[in-house]
């Protein structure tokens, strides 16, 4: 065994965190949005280059702590994201609060209270993936506000961990609130993080978001990764599965 590898993914509801993992881990997409009432845990493995990983993805949701397993312990997955390290400068409470207030007033998008960090065990967790709609800048301002508590809650002497910030809903590029390219810039220049754009409901660039986060994770030399790891061969795109 490879060792674990510890994903959060989170963002604003109604944005398709959930939608994106089951694209990647069982190939399906929910048609009827349901939300998540409270954080899931998923426990696929990947195999690299000879060695088997498992994966541990936290589905973020407002409630509490995660259930033991969501999902099969050995479901089918491939792999990682191109992600810079999260920004370790520390934002004011007044600008969080704003965007909090913002996120939380939005009416369409239904946001919600941002979730408490503080009990997610952030020096456990070795890649983030921050989930906005491509139409809706509240969930922006979401994914915002979340980047700073990561850059705030994380623990003195805790490893850097990677972030990539997805815009999902690319079927929707009509009714986006703002150009791929100014956002892709303004989240890899100020925010110092990954950036990409997927379509959880036509499985477009949902696999190649985990391929390029895991790739960033071990190149990073992450404290469960072997040195001479590498992702080898080629992700089919219809299927979770390294080969």
Request: aromatic residues 6%; charged residues 20%; hydrophobic residues 40%.
């Amino acid at each position: 065994m490879g060792g674990t590898l510890r994903v959060a993914v989170l963002g604003a509801p109604g944005v398709g965190k959930t939608a994106i993992i089951r694209q990647f881990l069982y190939g399906d997409f929910p048609e009827r949005h349901r939300p998540t009432a409270a954080r899931r845990l998923y426990r696929p493995a990947v195999l690299l280059n000879g060695a088997v990983y498992d994966l541990s993805i936290s589905d973020g949701g407002p409630g509490p702590a995660p259930a033991p397993t969501a999902g099969p312990a050995t479901a089918p997955a491939a792999a990682a994201a191109s992600a810079a390290s999260s920004s370790s400068a520390s934002a004011s409470s007044a600008a969080a609060s704003a965007a909090t207030s913002a996120a939380s007033s939005a009416g369409d998008g239904g946001l919600q209270e941002l979730p408490d960090l503080k009990d997610w065990s952030l020096q456990d967790i070795d890649a983030f993936v921050l989930v906005y709609d491509i139409c809706s800048p509240e969930s922006f301002d979401y994914v915002k506000v979340l980047r700073q508590q990561i850059a705030e809650n994380r623990p003195a002497g805790a490893p850097e961990a990677p972030i990539i910030v997805v815009g999902n809903k690319r079927d929707q590029q009509r009714q986006r609130f703002s150009p791929r390219r100014a956002l892709a810039v303004l989240v890899r220049k100020s925010w110092k993080c990954g950036y990409m754009e997927c379509s959880a409901k036509y499985n477009w660039h949902v696999v190649l978001l985990f391929k390029e986060l895991l790739s960033s994770v071990l190149a990073r030399g992450c404290k469960h990764s072997h040195p001479a790891i590498r992702l080898q061969g080629a992700l089919h795109p219809n299927r979770c599965s390294l080969m």
